[in-house]
């Protein structure tokens, strides 16, 4: 393959990720601009300036136009999101080389404004689910100047190499104008709160690019940076790629190279209107940590090489999984793997099957900024088997009502989520109970398929069998401590039963007041009845309507 001076290798290291550091910027707007927090291994969005919890509908693939945004806003209206989720394609703008089109960037924006929602803008350039099919013809048709990888065994792999300037160039200089046109059109209403920098980048079918340039850089010694960043898992201090990381040195020289790229793109983005960056992923079996590099997305932000990630891309705030697996064992495992102290939980993809609902419960009560289920709109399309087979409002029917119960204390859910603690779980698919640990002086067990009223032993036998609908799995509760003695407990298709923990476990424990409630625009408790007896003798059991209640335990002597 030949290379011209258009198409310049680049050589990514410590050098080139310093180079990339970036000023933060402040505008002068009426709003504060969005911003990624971490501190003290917590993480929120802020978005005018308070924590913000992303309740996200994507938009299918093919629905970024203005005249399909008509089948866009009912379905986000109906699901109760607070933001939009959608792609501009990089051969959207930039059909021409150097002559860009916003027209559909203007449109979204100012709907987005007139249904009141924010937006997360997926920025499909060189790389969407790891092909160039979002790139202008003049890029994906160019492979002398914007070349593949190669194969292994010599072949040409499908997929844009990252290791020449050309392409990087090409795809920074598209998203700076993105970045400048929505600056220009957004300082003041900050509608756009998040960008997704490419999308599922990495490459199947080989575990990195094996042409004579990226076997030159392969060559090349490991950035110090990163072998101490991967401690144990760096076979020696010092050396090229095999030497250092043995039998995982492919996939992490690709990792670096991609994470690289990616970061470039993310800070120069930033230079122009700094608006928070993440990257999604296309996963790595959570359940096979040997599954082999290539049958997966190598070289993507998988979670065997986040770490790598962290290194070469710093300007990527964080990064997210694609879920489409609807096991609750995989699932989970997943949320585990990207749940970091120096890593956001968020559900970048996820599917819309009605069993994927109740995931939200885990995500938002293990710290998540956001959920972001895939194939929200009602254009006609469904990409069953990962979502439903549903086109219509029967879409959003699983999701709409725990939007809106998250959505009506979003702004108390994200402080509480952010400057205290919070719990969730989301129901197995074996319905087996789940314990909740509050510390020494609180825990709680949720379970499942229970009738409103009395204990499962009273029915030894089960003749009377499960709530009907019960069979599938649907439920989840979420806990938020408001003091040492109160919490606010979020449930649907569940039981929540409170114990005493070891601080307490001489004490007699109670329900000291339940209360059923939401809270207002302004973020104040408005209480709208108490539970008692009945509602609370054996437990606080939440069915098919979502409701949110003020639990206050108490204790007494013995």
Do not use: C
């Given at each position: 393959m030949g290379i011209g001076k258009a198409c310049r290798v680049i050589t990514f290291g410590l050098a080139a990720t310093a180079l990339s550091?970036?000023?933060?910027?402040?505008?002068?707007?009426?709003?504060?601009?969005?911003?990624?927090?971490?501190?003290?291994?917590?993480?929120?969005?802020?978005?005018?300036?308070?924590?913000?919890?992303?309740?996200?509908?994507?938009?299918?693939?093919?629905?970024?136009?203005?005249?399909?945004?008509?089948?866009v806003w009912p379905a986000i209206k109906d699901v109760n999101a607070n933001t939009l989720v959608i792609p501009v394609a990089w051969e959207q703008i930039e059909p021409t080389e150097g002559k860009f089109d916003f027209s559909f960037v203007d449109t979204l924006v100012k709907e987005a404004r007139a249904n009141n929602v924010r937006l997360s803008i997926?920025?499909?350039?060189?790389?969407?689910?790891?092909?160039?099919?979002?790139?202008?013809?003049?890029?994906?048709?160019?492979?002398?100047?914007?070349?593949r990888l190669t194969n292994k065994d010599g072949s040409l792999s499908y997929a844009l190499s990252p290791h020449y300037k050309a392409t990087l160039d090409a795809d920074k200089k598209a998203y700076v104008?993105?970045?400048?046109?929505?600056?220009?059109?957004?300082?003041?209403?900050?509608?756009?709160?998040?960008?997704?920098?490419?999308?599922?980048?990495?490459?199947?079918?080989?575990?990195?690019?094996?042409?004579?340039?990226?076997?030159?850089?392969?060559?090349?010694?490991?950035?110090?940076?990163?072998?101490?960043?991967?401690?144990?898992?760096?076979?020696?201090?010092?050396?090229?790629?095999?030497?250092?990381?043995?039998?995982?040195?492919d996939e992490y020289f690709h990792a670096w190279h991609m994470a690289a790229f990616c970061n470039e793109v993310a800070a120069a983005g930033k230079s122009?209107?700094?608006?928070?960056?993440?990257?999604?992923?296309?996963?790595?079996?959570?359940?096979?940590?040997?599954?082999?590099?290539?049958?997966?997305?190598?070289?993507?932000?998988?979670?065997?090489?986040?770490?790598?990630?962290?290194?070469?891309?710093?300007?990527?705030?964080?990064?997210?999984?694609?879920?489409?697996?609807?096991?609750?064992?995989?699932?989970?495992?997943?949320?585990?793997?990207?749940?970091?102290?120096?890593?956001?939980?968020?559900?970048?993809?996820s599917g819309n099957k009605?069993?994927?609902?109740?995931?939200?419960?885990?995500?938002?009560?293990?710290?998540?900024?956001?959920?972001?289920?895939?194939?929200?709109?009602?254009?006609?399309?469904?990409?069953?088997?990962?979502?439903?087979?549903?086109?219509?409002?029967?879409?959003?029917e699983p999701f709409a009502p725990l939007y809106k119960l998250f959505g009506d204390m979003n702004r108390v859910w994200a402080k509480l989520s952010f400057e205290g603690q919070v719990w969730g779980v989301s129901e197995p698919d074996d319905h087996s109970a789940q314990t909740l640990d509050f510390g020494s002086k609180w825990n709680a067990k949720v379970t499942y398929?229970?009738?409103?009223?009395?204990?499962?032993?009273?029915?030894?036998?089960?003749?009377?069998?499960?709530?009907?609908g019960s069979d599938v799995p649907s439920g989840g509760i979420a806990v938020a401590k408001l003091s040492d003695n109160e919490f606010l407990v979020a449930g649907h298709n569940a039981r929540i039963s409170f114990g005493a923990g070891p601080a307490n476990k001489d004490?007699?424990?109670l329900l000291d007041r339940v209360e059923e409630g939401h809270y207002d625009a302004d973020g104040k408790w408005v209480m709208q009845r108490v539970w008692n007896g009945d509602q609370t003798d054996y437990g606080l059991n939440f069915k098919d309507q979502p409701r949110l209640l003020k639990v206050r335990l108490g204790t007494y002597e013995k």
């Open positions: 550091m970036i000023p933060a910027y402040v505008w002068a707007a009426d709003k504060p601009i969005p911003q990624f927090v971490q501190k003290n291994g917590k993480h929120t969005l802020m978005v005018d300036g308070a924590p913000f919890v992303i309740l996200g509908g994507q938009a299918n693939n093919s629905s970024n136009y203005p005249d399909t945004l008509a089948k997926l920025w499909f350039g060189t790389w969407k689910n790891t092909g160039p099919s979002y790139t202008p013809s003049w890029v994906k048709l160019d492979n002398k100047r914007f070349p104008a993105l970045m400048n046109h929505i600056k220009a059109i957004d300082t003041a209403e900050r509608t756009v709160v998040l960008m997704q920098v490419e999308n599922e980048v990495g490459v199947y079918g080989t575990e990195r690019d094996y042409s004579a340039v990226a076997n030159k850089l392969f060559a090349q010694p490991v950035p110090p940076a990163l072998i101490k960043q991967m401690g144990d898992r760096a076979l020696k201090k010092s050396g090229t790629w095999s030497e250092v990381f043995g039998k995982h040195a122009a209107y700094p608006l928070p960056a993440y990257m999604n992923a296309a996963l790595k079996d959570p359940l096979n940590p040997e599954q082999p590099a290539g049958s997966y997305a190598s070289g993507g932000p998988t979670y065997n090489v986040i770490d790598v990630y962290k290194v070469a891309a710093p300007q990527i705030d964080f990064l997210a999984p694609d879920l489409y697996s609807p096991g609750s064992q995989s699932y989970e495992a997943t949320l585990k793997w990207y749940k970091r102290p120096d890593n956001a939980l968020y559900v970048a993809e009605p069993t994927y609902a109740r995931f939200i419960f885990s995500v938002l009560g293990q710290q998540g900024i956001g959920f972001d289920p895939f194939g929200f709109d009602y254009t006609g399309y469904s990409n069953y088997p990962l979502g439903t087979t549903e086109t219509d409002r029967k879409i959003v398929r229970q009738w409103q009223f009395g204990l499962p032993e009273w029915d030894k036998d089960n003749k009377n069998g499960f709530p009907e004490k007699g424990m």
